[in-house]
């Protein structure tokens, strides 16, 4: 799927999508998920999803090792831990190149890189980078669950990432168990912004468990 397809496809789906039957954030066991990506390709048919993206911390393992990207439903991605005014944040890419020699830099060497929050604390990527690197592999960058980020004014906040060319937000996200603590912002907020500044909007579950949100 070519870039300006997938961002057709990405703009085409809606909140309901994002709530029956569309899920773009889903962990693997190549990551701190609990399902093989076989896994969890199997109960998303059962549960009639439309699509997926396993988004794994740092890693497209769960690509490398399957061959579930020939499956229509399944989107690359992945998620890269980044730091950017003094906020840990999340970059998620999607329909990346997984052989792409500029994303290949960012992926994780180890498995604490993919696992451990500890470690991936002190392994940030740099925003700009990583954006940058998202686009040469044909993907399009979205800011994951923006609503937990620390900040007094989202909008700046996101506006300057806008600025380094990320192209989507997060804006349907249940912001439930730890997220939800951790939320600083409404869900309204980000949707406002999104409008303002023209963005994709995504959503999922960021699912770490044996069943599928």
Not at 68 to 78: G, H, K, N, Q
Not at 83 to 90: A, Q, R
Not at 96 to 120: V, W
Not at 196 to 204: A, M, Q, S
Request: with cysteine.
């Amino acid at each position: 799927m070519s870039k300006d397809d997938l961002k057709n496809l990405l703009l085409s789906f809606t909140e309901e999508d994002y709530l029956k039957n569309v899920d773009l954030h889903i962990h693997s066991c190549e990551s701190d998920g609990k399902m093989t990506p076989y896994e969890i390709v199997d109960q998303a048919k059962r549960q009639e999803k439309k699509y997926i993206a396993i988004s794994d911390h740092n890693t497209v393992d769960a690509y490398l090792s399957t061959n579930i990207l020939r499956e229509d439903m399944v989107i690359p991605a992945v998620e890269f831990d980044c730091f950017y005014k003094g906020v840990l944040i999340h970059i998620l890419g999607y329909g990346i190149n997984i052989d792409n020699e500029e994303i290949k830099s960012l992926f994780a060497k180890s498995k604490q890189g993919k696992r451990c929050n500890l470690y991936r604390v002190f392994k940030l990527r740099n925003p700009k980078t990583v954006i940058e690197k998202i686009n040469k592999a044909g993907g399009i960058a979205v800011l994951a669950h923006p609503a937990c980020y620390w900040c007094i004014d989202l909008d700046s906040f996101i506006k300057g990432l806008v600025d380094m060319g990320i192209e989507g937000v997060e804006t349907y996200y249940p912001y439930n168990g730890l997220r939800g603590i951790l939320k600083f912002h409404l869900k309204k907020t980000v949707l406002e912004i999104a409008e303002k500044y023209n963005l994709i909007k995504t959503g999922g579950t960021d699912s770490h468990g044996r069943k599928l949100l």
